[in-house]
């Protein structure tokens, strides 16, 4: 009887329930927006058993908007849980880190040092020369794990700030050399990756 009660009161009906819409609407959208992601990276399976989660729980929260149009409060924490889902759901993926990306690297400094540096770590590093518009260039190719962005990044950037690098999605790989997982990195001697 109390539990009726308390589901009743003004208190329920203003706060607590607008907090569990906005929960609710916060997961879904969280896990819509990391379903896209597998889907778009090939993983069906679990794109597949996200969808379900996703559409069961926003059957549940639209049906408690709709029931309560009078309620604009209920509108307005559905609507913020949108926006925070998608925040939610960005964050959360990027920290999965799922996939691999292709790394190019133009650089007119001479590249040896680094292309040494970066197989040392353990990266397959492809370096050809080229032509850029102000005379020659060294293009070094890498794919790397997502994981493992940041970390080579880091190495390129300390070798030379002012190179030029793009960063690509790649779908799929045959074979590949890949830094061992959960290695503790450090840089090492500037003045030797500086090519000094």
Do not use: H
Request: some cysteine; hydrophobic content about 50%.
């Amino acid at each position: 009887m109390q539990v009726s009660s308390f589901v009743d009161s003004t208190f329920f009906s203003l706060v607590i329930f607008p907090i569990i819409i906005f929960a609710m609407r916060l997961c879904d959208v969280s896990l819509m927006t990391i379903r896209i992601i597998f889907v778009s990276k090939g993983i069906k399976f679990w794109a597949s058993v996200l969808g379900f989660f996703e559409i069961m729980v926003w059957l549940i929260a639209i049906s408690q908007v709709m029931n309560n149009l009078d309620k604009p409060l209920y509108a307005i924490a559905y609507a913020l849980g949108f926006a925070t889902g998608n925040y939610l759901g960005a964050f959360l993926e990027e920290k999965i880190a799922i996939g691999v990306n292709l790394v190019r690297v133009i650089t007119n400094k001479e590249a040896q040092p680094l292309v040494d540096y970066l197989n040392k770590e353990g990266f397959g590093v492809t370096s050809i020369d080229a032509e850029g518009s102000k005379g020659p260039v060294k293009i070094i190719y890498s794919v790397v794990r997502r994981k493992d962005l940041k970390k080579i990044i880091d190495i390129v950037n300390e070798f030379n700030p002012n190179a030029f690098y793009s960063i690509e999605e790649v779908r799929g790989i045959n074979k590949g050399i890949f830094p061992p997982q959960n290695v503790n990195f450090k840089f090492r001697n500037k003045l030797t990756r500086k090519g000094k």
